[in-house]
């Protein structure tokens, strides 16, 4: 079984910053990508970032220029920098991966969510 567990969200003000992270653990023999997503209050979910194999990043139109996704392979941890933060990227934060498993077999996981918040 494999878990995903977020940490470092909370609330800041217009302007702020906050480092998002995931820590994977389990049953983990490759991991495809890394993403984050997002759930604002009243909407759908929708993706913030992903991370690929190598240095294969993707942004969202608005968080580009203002957060940065990042990965420690390592550690089977992923991050969200988040900067210049607006009210409107109050949201539940979601962290999610593809994950293969002993059989070589890829499932999509996702963690409980950190809700962040921005003040005006």
């Known amino acids: 079984q494999v878990q995903l567990v977020e940490s470092g969200g909370g609330l800041v003000q217009t302007g702020g910053s906050l480092r998002l992270s995931c820590a994977a653990s389990?049953?983990?023999?490759?991991?495809?990508?890394m993403a984050w997503y997002r759930q604002p209050p009243g909407k759908q979910r929708e993706m913030v970032a992903v991370?690929?194999?190598?240095?294969?990043?993707s942004y969202a139109d608005s968080v580009l220029g203002r957060f940065t996704i990042s990965r420690d392979s390592a550690k089977n941890t992923l991050y969200l920098e988040m900067n210049s933060l607006k009210p409107d990227d109050t949201a539940v934060y979601y962290c999610?991966?593809?994950?293969?498993?002993?059989?070589?077999?890829?499932?999509?996981?996702w963690g409980q969510g950190t809700q962040v918040t921005v003040s005006s």
């Open positions: 991370i690929r194999s190598g240095p294969l990043r």
């Open positions: 389990g049953s983990i023999f490759g991991v495809a990508s």
């Open positions: 999610n991966a593809g994950i293969r498993d002993a059989l070589g077999n890829y499932r999509n996981y």
